[in-house]
């Protein structure tokens, strides 16, 4: 067994997609990125490639490489999956935290697992997804962005 963290952020923009967990959620902001900037599969990304001590994202898909220019961060993940199976791997079980003053998110969650289940071929029990505000507090209380906290555990 492995285990592995991740943890990213993303600013607010104007005139972007909020997309989270593949799932586009309507909102006045979306978050800047050179990819779709889904923050929350980012940090699922960077603990599945820290569980099989793979490096993080920005190594695999650098931000100055133009063929990732508004990639979905989703296929991103199919070729992270891609990644760790190589290496004998298989999931056993992800559990990841949004940090976002707003929106409200809890409508979107079981749209955001089943998403993710179905790419990594896992069950949705293998997979959960929590939101929490961070009660006004910091950049993400003051609504400049919004953060994700992953762990994931690999098996051999
Ligand atoms: N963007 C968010 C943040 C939170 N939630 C849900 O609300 C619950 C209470 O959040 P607190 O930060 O006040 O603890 C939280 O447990 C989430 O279920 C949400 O849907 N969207
Ligand atoms: C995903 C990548 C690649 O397009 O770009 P961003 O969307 O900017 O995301 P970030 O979390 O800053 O870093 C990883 C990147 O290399």
Do not use: W
């Amino acid at each position: 067994m492995r285990i592995g963290m991740g943890y990213d952020v993303h600013a607010f923009g104007r005139e972007r997609k909020l997309i989270l967990g593949g799932v586009t959620i309507p909102y006045e902001k979306g978050l800047l990125g050179h990819s779709d900037a889904d923050v929350l599969i980012h940090g699922i990304m960077d603990s599945l490639l820290g569980a099989a001590a793979l490096g993080d994202i920005g190594q695999h898909f650098p931000d100055t490489d133009p063929q990732y220019k508004g990639i979905s961060s989703m296929e991103l993940l199919k070729q992270v999956m891609n990644l760790i199976e190589q290496q004998g791997y298989e999931i056993g079980n992800i559990d990841a935290t949004i940090a976002a003053q707003k929106p409200k998110l809890a409508p979107y969650i079981e749209e955001m697992r089943e998403n993710i289940a179905d790419l990594l071929k896992i069950s949705k029990n293998q997979i959960n997804i929590k939101a929490t505000t961070t009660e006004r507090l910091g950049f993400v209380g003051r609504e400049e962005g919004i953060s994700s906290y992953c762990i994931s555990l690999l098996k051999s």
